[in-house]
């Protein structure tokens, strides 16, 4: 009777365990989709390049709570003009360096992500990565990566953010 028991209680022990995972991951995504929700809800009341710049600047650094770095393409088509959002301006200084944007320029020439936890420019103190529409790079946003590399699920997240930038 007491191995049974045991048996049964471990079994529910780890089934409760695996439950609770299941919860925390169910709300954390539900978190991710309501800012979903929200930037796409300001995007279509929003008109205006700085404007949007704006909004996606705010809502990514609150997302992810890292400074958050935009090249958007000027009114020629020619090399992205800065914009920057954090919590501290000061902590977030080194995204605007040389070398940081020698990457986001590559990522606006070659349409593909690179940066810090990519096989691409790996040694950048940020993660980057292309807003385009139909093959067209309209942008760059950049990821302070000093507190740690952007994992996968932030990734997509970040992708489904910038589709809703490019539309």
Not at 96 to 108: G, H
Request: net charge negative.
């Amino acid at each position: 009777t007491f191995l049974i028991l045991l048996i049964i209680a471990l079994i529910t022990s780890s089934l409760i365990t695996s439950s609770r995972i299941q919860a925390s991951l169910i709300v954390e995504r539900e978190q991710r989709l309501q800012v979903l929700y929200d930037i796409n809800r300001q995007l279509l009341s929003t008109r205006g390049h700085d404007s949007i710049v704006a909004i996606v600047n705010d809502y990514i650094s609150r997302s992810f709570n890292r400074p958050v770095v935009f090249y958007a393409i000027d009114e020629k088509g020619g090399i992205p003009k800065t914009s920057i959002s954090s919590s501290n301006r000061t902590e977030a200084d080194y995204l605007l360096t040389r070398d940081e944007e020698a990457v986001a320029n590559w990522v606006f020439l070659n349409n593909k992500i690179a940066g810090s936890g990519t096989d691409t420019l790996s040694g950048a103190d940020g993660f980057y990565m292309p807003i385009a529409s139909e093959k067209n790079v309209l942008g760059v946003v950049g990821i302070g990566c000093r507190e740690g590399v952007v994992n996968q699920e932030s990734r997509s997240t970040l992708q489904m953010i910038s589709s809703l930038i490019a539309l």
